[in-house]
């Protein structure tokens, strides 16, 4: 049964003209949008549309049967990985997120190629095609997973943030999930210790409006999800996600406040993804014209695109990235589709890391 | 240039589907992420996506028309002359008919070749004239976990009650007093989120050692323990470890019931991925413990309540470290085999004193670690009895005891004079009624009646 829409007033007996505050308690300040220069622009552009493009290509693959399983592209919610992921410190920050990673990992500036063949299933992939879309690592990245189990991510990157804390390494982790795992059980027993113990961890809900097939709206008594640390006293900010800019001055705010050793914060970017939660969705549960008025108004890419001109890019100069993203995705997959299969024998490698 | 648009596959299952409707004719521009076409799989009915920006050229496949297999041509896009957008050359899967044996991995694929097992290490020796020390098997796991945070600051200790309290079972006495409150934490009431918790932080370099209070209440955290802990070396092609060490009770105290009162032994055995470990005496508790902190791959580690205050002798060595994966040979026998591990070993003994008397003379084997197990000492034994009896405190059901009488059978069929036996608890839950718990659980008497059958002495 779906709930009555959020909303706007509060209960029904007559409340003061001003409402009386929400908190007094210290939060983060509120952000401002990211002042970027046109090279960092650029820079955004280019991995938003190498996102993109590289999900176009796999979604083209899984059509042709050369990726199997399950497969989730993360086309339209490159703004949120881009921009969260460009305020971190490479050297000491961690990142883990669900079985949506392609992009994050895209983000991070993870070889293309390696990526894809691991969706192809091959030797060469990230974890020698024996972790496939859903399980992908890159230890070297501080990139922590590409976990399949809905929510488990939460609690795995409370530990990682544990470990930062416990090292004293200064590094903060960031744990991403959607608006779905937000209603895991687990995920609030980790809210609990983050703030217990005042962990350096951003939790990240990634919210594109529909868990599978059930929207936020069918699934959540509270469905403004940033709102949803609060009883564990973590704040909460709710962010444009299909605005770059928006979503790295959001993620500067939250930084400021987990490296001054304040606890976590729980930052929830309003997103949307245009594709089926997997390859095999069949999509009934939205219409066709709600994707498409997205894809019109609001595209994190073309909004972008926008910016890059006013701020005197020119189309060429964007027309010839878009030729160097379709080039770097061509050779991604002509590398995944004729890298060899792993070999017979790591079916029993790896299994354990030491002899016994 | 043409670019050939295929009947995608839209499911990790479809091999064929209809072409229910076209969206587009020939002649029209389309763009990426427009709708071209509804198809039919075996689940639902699917929109196709352009990708690529073009014209449509021919419409190849009718619309309405079933049985499309995938990988069929549909129809062309002339592209807008861009090199990248040129068509994938897919060799998989081959149109049409041919799409059966176009799968990635031909049915008659050779088998991999499995890993010869190497030899496993034996327990150091204890040079003559090492003292013995009388430890409680609490005390020798408290001594482990305290050495190996001495030795390595990545350790510590983490679960509920286990720092103030002093560990509910006080087996992690002390150690907040020595290694204070940053490595020896106290949780909320929240396995899953702590084992979890513990999992990442293994993931991002620290040894942790996460106490449930007992193993029922991990079951609560079980996902971590399996699809977090145990596969991730696996899934990450070896990049990615997570060395972590799960301990607590497990099996049946005493009086407690049957939600508190299991062993989860054969659970955790039957996963690829876990080391798991169930010691008997303080000085395999404190060898394996101290092993298990070491190791680099996920370890549950399962004791026995009952054990906690029994006194063994442990020898007085520094760093007293034993080999996981090797069974102990408690009391050398020849006429049969008893296998059993963690209470059940005591059992076992205990049946093998009084059949001495009887003139049966068994030998007793204690497990240790269950996985890997240790195979070839039990095959070796029995070699030499030719009687195989297991002991287990726990249900019958695809138990270790199951586990073993398969091992006997494919590995050691000629050397049974006799039927290999399983001595279990009852196949239900454990009551609380005394008499019933009695009823239910394996003893001492059961063991040697056991025995007596497979020798033919009944």
Same mark, same amino acid.
């Given at each position: 049964m779906a709930k009555a829409p959020a909303r706007k007033t509060a209960a029904p007996k007559k409340v003061a003209a001003t409402p009386a505050p929400a908190s007094n308690r210290d939060k983060p300040r509120d952000p401002a949008p990211y002042d970027a220069t046109p090279e960092e622009l650029e820079t955004f552009y280019r991995e938003m549309l190498l996102i993109r493009r590289f999900e176009e290509k796999a979604g083209q693959l899984y059509g042709l049967g050369l990726i199997g399983g399950f497969c989730h592209l993360y086309i339209g919610q490159e703004a949120v990985a881009v921009g969260l992921q460009s305020a971190l410190d490479g050297d000491k920050d961690s990142v883990i997120t669900g079985y949506r990673d392609h992009g994050h990992m895209l983000a991070y500036g993870i070889d293309p190629k390696v990526i894809m063949a691991e969706l192809t299933g091959r030797q060469a992939g990230i974890s020698?095609?024996?972790?496939?879309? $859903?399980? $992908?690592?890159?230890?070297?990245h501080k990139f922590y997973g590409g976990h399949g189990i809905v929510g488990a991510q939460v609690s795995l990157g409370t530990g990682l943030a544990f470990a930062h804390k416990y090292r004293g390494d200064g590094g903060v982790a960031m744990a991403y999930f959607g608006d779905g795992a937000a209603n895991q059980g687990q995920v609030y027993e980790s809210f609990n210790m983050a703030e217990l113990w005042k962990l350096p961890i951003i939790f990240v809900i990634e919210n594109n409006q529909y868990a599978m097939g059930t929207s936020v709206n069918r699934s959540s008594a509270e469905d403004q999800l940033y709102r949803r640390g609060e009883s564990f006293r973590i704040p909460g900010m709710q962010v444009d996600g299909m605005d770059v800019l928006a979503v790295r001055g959001a993620a500067e705010a939250a930084l400021e406040w987990v490296r001054a050793g304040k606890g976590p914060v729980l930052m929830e970017l309003k997103t949307y993804r245009y594709r089926g939660h997997s390859m095999s969705d069949p999509a009934k549960y939205r219409s066709r014209e709600e994707v498409q008025a997205v894809r019109d108004k609001s595209d994190s890419i073309e909004g972008l695109k926008k910016l890059m001109v006013e701020a005197g890019i020119s189309e060429d100069r964007i027309k010839e990235i878009d030729k160097e993203i379709r080039q770097v995705v061509a050779e991604a997959a002509d590398f995944a589709e004729s890298a060899p299969e792993p070999e017979l024998s790591e079916l029993y490698t790896d299994v354990l890391v030491e002899q016994y | 240039m043409a670019i050939e648009l295929k009947m995608p596959a839209l499911s990790p299952t479809m091999e064929e589907g209809t072409l229910a409707k076209w969206l587009v004719k020939e002649g029209d521009e389309v763009k990426s992420g427009d709708i071209l076409a509804e198809i039919e799989t075996d689940k639902a009915t699917m929109e196709f996506?352009?990708?690529?920006?073009? +014209?449509?050229?021919?419409?190849?496949?009718? @619309?309405? +028309?079933?049985n499309v297999k995938v990988g069929t041509v549909i129809a062309t896009i002339t592209g807008d002359g861009e090199e990248a957008a040129a068509p994938v050359a897919a060799p998989a899967p081959a149109p049409a008919e041919e799409s059966k044996a176009a799968e990635p991995v031909p049915a008659a694929a050779p088998a991999a070749e499995k890993p010869v097992a190497a030899e496993r290490a034996s327990d150091p020796a204890i040079p003559a004239g090492t003292a013995m020390v009388k430890l409680t098997v609490r005390e020798a796991l408290r001594d482990a976990m305290a050495e190996e945070m001495r030795a390595d600051d990545r350790v510590f200790v983490m679960? @509920?009650?286990?720092?103030?309290?002093?560990?509910?079972?006080?087996? +992690?006495?002390?150690?907040l007093q020595e290694f204070g409150d940053k490595r020896v934490v106290d949780t909320p009431i929240t396995e899953y989120g702590f084992a979890g918790l513990g999992a990442g932080a293994a993931m991002g370099g620290l040894r942790p050692i996460i106490e449930f209070m007992t193993f029922n209440f991990a079951m609560q955290a079980i996902d971590h323990i399996i699809n977090s802990a145990a596969k991730t070396n696996y899934m990450s092609g070896g990049q990615m470890r997570c060395p972590i060490v799960f301990r607590g009770p497990n099996g049946a105290a005493s009086r407690v019931a049957a939600q508190h009162s299991q062993n989860y032994a054969p659970w955790y055995a039957s996963v690829p991925g876990l080391i798991v470990i169930a010691p008997y005496d303080a000085a395999d508790a404190k060898g394996l413990m101290k092993a298990a902190i070491r190791s680099e791959d996920p370890v549950v580690f399962l004791e026995n309540e009952l054990l906690y205050g029994r006194s063994f002798e442990v020898p007085d060595i520094a760093d007293y470290v034993l080999p996981i994966g090797k069974a102990r040979i408690m009391r050398e026998g020849s006429d049969v085999t008893i296998v059993s591990y963690s209470i059940g070993v005591g059992l076992a003994l205990e049946a093998a004193d009084t059949l001495a008397g009887e003139g049966i003379d068994a030998e007793v084997i204690d497990l240790r670690t269950l996985r890997p197990l240790d195979t070839a000492t039990v095959l070796e034994s029995l070699k030499k009895t030719n009687r195989l009896v297991i002991v287990e405190e726990g249900w019958p059901v695809c138990s270790i005891a199951s586990e073993l009488a398969m091992v006997a059978m494919e590995q050691g069929f000629d050397d049974l004079d006799a039927p290999v036996t399983r001595v279990c608890n009852e196949d239900v839950p454990l009551p609380y009624a005394a008499n019933l718990e009695k009823a239910a659980l394996v003893d001492t008497p059961r063991v040697i009646a056991a025995v007596k059958a497979v020798c033919n002495r009944g």
């Open positions: 020698k095609g024996k972790g496939g879309s $859903m399980h $992908m690592f890159s230890v070297e | 996506e352009a990708i690529d920006e073009g +014209t449509i050229g021919q419409i190849l496949v009718a @619309e309405g +028309t079933d679960g @509920e009650e286990v720092a103030e309290y002093q560990g509910a079972y006080k087996v +992690t006495q002390g150690l």
